[in-house]
């Protein structure tokens, strides 16, 4: 088994747009466990942009961390893989193939192999022979529409060497509506002798549901955006603690953190790609309507910066 899982550990959902190496660290520090890089394509990676090499970083202490990598090309899927290894050192490759986006399906990748379980298995084969050292994870939705192609596909995943397969309980049709289907997930988890990790709304199950779970691990996505400290609730639940949520200060500070860092990160021009982030951990803040408008009109990190010191000193 991956010697980067353990038992019952907790995911952050690779989440384009929310999960820089920023958000992560602190989500890390929150609680949980294991993260991912938001998905990066295949060919962007050999482009070796500055602004692809950034989606590589993997901090310290971001650990254990994966690279998630998408494409329909097993060939430019397994040389991206093999450079992803050597220059971000990462724990471990993802296979995305679960995202919806119209540009990822028209390139035949993300939900678009959910059609195409032999070149799914191309892809996950042809991965796993480039990497040198690290195991090979996926993460897959239950089909593309109303009839899942889980529990088969999964164990030709398996089969081809994928060592931890995440599942989404949402269909490519479904998008990210409606509830997950936990049923698919428990079945595929019970049919799989790899580790499988179940991904759908995870903060809606009760404790009891999360302890009777046949999955390893879960994942969480949407609910961790502006709240990293969902971890530490969802896992109260779990151990039947009680918890206590973050004052109001507290995630305040904690969006000033996130954007220190993702200043050193990513230079000045880092304010467009965080914004959304900072407005979410406003969310509650007393006067959060005002530190929206705020942080919306904001031109400069420093303008961002000052928005989020005066409602923190008020
Ligand atoms: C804004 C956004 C971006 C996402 N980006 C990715 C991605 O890059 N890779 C991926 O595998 N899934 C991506 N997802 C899907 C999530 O990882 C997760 O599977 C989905 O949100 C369901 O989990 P949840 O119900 O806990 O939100 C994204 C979801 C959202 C909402």
């Not at 050999?46 to 097993?74: N, T």
């Not at 109303?146 to 989404?168: D, M, N, Q, T």
């Not at 499988?196 to 809606?204: I, L, P, Q, T």
């Amino acid at each position: 088994m991956a010697d980067f899982l353990k038992k019952g550990a907790f995911y952050l959902a690779p989440m384009s747009g929310y999960t820089d190496a920023a958000f992560r660290e602190i989500a890390m520090e929150c609680g949980a466990d294991v993260c991912v890089s938001e998905f990066v394509h295949a060919r962007a990676v050999l482009s070796k942009a500055p602004k692809v090499l950034e989606k590589l970083r993997i901090d310290v202490l971001a650990r254990p961390c994966g690279i998630q990598l998408f494409g329909g090309d097993e060939f430019e899927m397994a040389d991206a893989a093999s450079f992803a290894e050597e220059y971000a050192k990462p724990d471990f490759i993802d296979i995305n193939y679960g995202c919806p986006a119209p540009n990822a399906v028209g390139a035949g990748a993300g939900s678009a192999l959910l059609k195409d379980v032999p070149q799914m298995v191309k892809i996950a084969k042809k991965v796993k022979g480039a990497l040198k050292k690290i195991p090979l994870t996926a993460k897959m939705r239950t089909g593309w529409g109303a009839e899942s192609v889980l529990p088969k596909a999964a164990l030709e995943l398996e089969g081809a060497g994928v060592e931890v397969l995440a599942v989404h309980g949402r269909s490519k049709n479904q998008g990210y509506r409606g509830d997950a289907d936990w049923a698919i997930i428990e079945k595929t988890a019970e049919c799989l002798s790899i580790p499988v990790v179940g991904n759908g709304s995870v903060e809606k199950l009760s404790g009891a549901e999360l302890r009777g779970s046949a999955c390893f691990g879960f994942m969480v996505g949407r609910a961790a955006v502006g709240n990293p400290w969902i971890f530490g609730e969802i896992k109260a639940k779990l151990n039947g603690e009680i918890f206590i949520p973050p004052a109001s200060e507290k995630r305040i500070a904690t969006a000033l953190k996130y954007l220190e860092k993702s200043l050193q990160n990513q230079g000045e021009n880092t304010l467009k790609a965080i914004r959304a982030n900072l407005i979410a951990f406003a969310r509650g803040h007393r006067g959060f309507k005002k530190i929206r408008l705020a942080l919306a009109n904001s031109k400069t990190i420093e303008d961002a910066y000052a928005v989020l010191k005066g409602f923190l000193n008020e």
